[in-house]
């Protein structure tokens, strides 16, 4: 596609219930990212997708959370029994290749838990 | 553990003014440098980076940024502020063997006419 996209791109819940953010990255992206933006926070790195493999999940916030790339497109982040504090903007991105190439950020996921 | 300060949460400068916001990384080899910029109700753009060689770097908009080894710095620059330019700037540092990226928590730029 033209560039990243993310669905939903708002998203309103209860606590406890569990929520699937999607993200198409561009075309021939193999590099694949989540951030979570959270007010005054800045943008917290998650996790990094080369091809299907995530090399390190240590950046997700708690077992809640998981991420899941297939043909090596395609990326879907979880988070289970969610908390209030899992309120934040999700932010995808993607990039060619390795982790220094320039980053296309997609409009993000906007996430409520009431 | 590698880290990135932005120590400006706000600045403000007039139109027309010089520009420059800070950022100072913690790690242990020289990172990966970015800096974007996130524009009200855009997405986040790249306007430069740095890997290695000269450490003077051009971005778009008329933006530089100058890597200093041994201040840990990689200060933005901009001679003449336009009114477009008032947006969410953040920093950030690629770590290769870590596979990790990561952000500042962002200087919000204001322009005034």
């Known amino acids: 596609g033209a560039g990243v996209s993310q669905s939903p791109s708002n998203k309103v819940t209860e606590k406890g219930k569990d929520v699937e953010l999607r993200c198409d990255p561009i075309?021939?992206?193999?590099?694949l990212y989540w951030y979570r933006q959270s007010l005054g926070q800045g943008l917290e790195f998650l996790i990094y997708?080369?091809?299907?493999?995530?090399?390190?999940k240590s950046g997700l916030p708690s077992d809640r959370f998981s991420a899941e790339r297939t043909g090596g497109s395609v990326s879907t982040l979880t988070i289970q029994r969610t908390q209030q504090e899992d309120s934040a903007v999700y932010l995808c991105?993607?990039?060619?290749?390795?982790?220094?190439?320039?980053?296309?950020f997609g409009p993000g996921t906007r996430l409520t838990v009431l | 553990a590698q880290s990135v300060t932005q120590p400006d949460i706000h600045i403000t400068v007039s139109e027309g003014a010089s520009l420059e916001l800070r950022c100072n990384y913690s790690?242990?080899?020289?990172?990966?440098l970015f800096w974007y910029v996130q524009s009200p109700g855009q997405g986040l753009q790249l306007l430069l980076k740095?890997?290695?060689?000269?450490?003077l770097v051009q971005g778009i908009k008329g933006f530089e940024a100058e890597f200093k080894r041994s201040q840990s710095s990689f200060n933005l620059r901009k001679p003449s502020v336009h009114w477009s330019d008032a947006a969410e700037y953040f920093c950030a540092v690629g770590v290769i063997t870590g596979n990790q990226f990561y952000f500042g928590t962002g200087t919000s730029l204001t322009v005034i006419p």
């Open positions: 991105a993607s990039s060619l290749s390795r982790i220094y190439n320039e980053q296309f």
């Open positions: 740095y890997f290695s060689g000269d450490t």
């Open positions: 790690y242990g080899a020289t990172p990966y």
């Open positions: 075309s021939g992206h193999t590099a």
């Open positions: 997708f080369q091809g299907n493999s995530a090399p390190d």
